[in-house]
């Protein structure tokens, strides 16, 4: 069984930075041959990709996201981060990290709050 645990979510200021961290955990799973994306979802809006790594390291972001966020991962130690500055109050919405490019497996989101 894989789960994926996001942590780091927070109230901050317009302009503020924030790291949200997503361990993963489970039996047979090594994150080193999977892709791995945070997705992001505001109230009443879908579910949208972030930014993803993959195995080999080359990394993709949202163009609103573009310059602001930076995500890495540490395969040993099955962890990965988003580095988030100059978050501005569009960036509020609950933040999922997944495992899988495309997505299998889901963590349970972290809140993050960007007040203006």
């Known amino acids: 069984q894989v789960q994926l645990l996001e942590s780091g979510g927070d109230v901050v200021q317009s302009g503020g930075s924030l790291r949200v961290s997503c361990a993963v955990s489970g039996t047979m799973v090594s994150i080193s041959i999977n892709g791995l994306g945070w997705y992001r979802q505001a109230p009443g809006k879908q579910r949208d990709l972030v930014a993803s790594i993959t195995t080999d390291g080359r990394t993709n972001y949202a163009d609103s996201v573009k310059g602001r966020i930076t995500i890495s991962r540490d395969n040993a130690t099955r962890t990965a981060w988003m580095q988030m500055n100059s978050l501005r109050p569009e960036d509020t919405a609950v933040y999922f990290c997944?495992?899988?490019?495309?997505?299998?497996?889901w963590g349970q989101g972290t809140q993050v709050t960007v007040s203006s």
């Open positions: 997944a495992l899988g490019i495309p997505p299998r497996f």
